[in-house]
T-cell receptor, first 115, second 114 residues
Framework: KQEVTQIPAALSVPEGENLVLNCSFT??????LQWFRQDPGKGLTSLLLIQSSQREQTSGRLNASLDKSSGRSTLYIAASQPGDSATYLC??????????????FGKGTHLIIQP | GAVVSQHPSWVICKSGTSVKIECRSL??????MFWYRQFPKQSLMLMAT?????????EQGVEKDKFLINHASLTLSTLTVTSAHPEDSSFYIC??????????FGQGTRLTVV
């Protein structure tokens, strides 16, 4: 059974710092990996999607990497801003279903950016 | 990204009643829709997968007779929590996937059973 772990569980840093969020998964047979942002009591906003054949994806100040063989992904946030404060979720889609299966989520990293 | 609309965003119901939650893909055809549940400070857990026109596939431990899922069209799926009890109180959220296997999520529904 796939398990997704996110470290750290919580992180508080001053505005302007660069930071790295970590995600690991136990079964490397994934179809893709997705990073989401969740604000309190809200739904999920997709940040980056990395297909299993890709090594990284970038969007603005965000960069996500994927090392499928070792079961790891990182989300790099550059020049953090208070508006980045949220819970960041990592999720993997299993490779066996051709992309039609549901996601397995980590518990998230609760990020606070101090003004 | 694509837009998925979920309604209602919150609902309070009495124990023993049923509640229906709607999930719509607004600008794409969702071949597959997923329903998740999130308890406080826990990760999202997949409840069921539904494909248009066919019966939903439920994850182990999820009662199919309690959580009725209908996916009648490529843009609409509904989750009905039947005979709700306080332990069913949770955050329910749907996700839709089309030809591109990126998952797009609704805003979620906070269900409180009193």
């Amino acid at each position: 059974k796939q398990e997704v772990t996110q470290i750290p569980a919580a992180l508080s840093v001053p505005e302007g710092e660069n930071l790295v969020l970590n995600c690991s998964f136990t079964d490397s047979a994934i179809y893709n990996l997705q990073w989401f942002r969740q604000d309190p009591g809200k739904g999920l906003t997709s940040l980056l999607l990395i297909q299993s054949s890709q090594r990284e994806q970038t969007s603005g100040r965000l960069n996500a990497s994927l090392d499928k063989s070792s079961g790891r992904s990182t989300l790099y946030i550059a020049a953090s801003q208070p508006g980045d404060s949220a819970t960041y979720l990592c999720a993997v889609r299993p490779g066996s279903g051709g992309g039609a299966d549901g996601l397995t989520f980590g518990k998230g990293t609760h990020l606070i950016i101090q003004p | 990204g694509a837009v998925v609309s979920q309604h209602p965003s919150w609902v309070i119901c009495k124990s023993g009643t049923s509640v229906k939650i709607e999930c719509r893909s607004l600008d794409f055809q969702a071949t597959t829709m997923f329903w998740y549940r999130q308890f406080p400070k826990q990760s999202l857990m997949l409840m069921a997968t539904s494909n248009e026109g066919s019966k939903a596939t439920y994850e182990q431990g999820v009662e199919k007779d309690k959580f009725l899922i209908n996916h009648a069209s490529l843009t609409l799926s509904t989750l009905t929590v039947t005979s709700a009890h306080p332990e069913d109180s949770s955050f329910y959220i749907c996700s839709a996937t089309g030809q591109v296997t990126e998952a797009f999520f609704g805003q979620g529904t906070r269900l409180t059973v009193v």
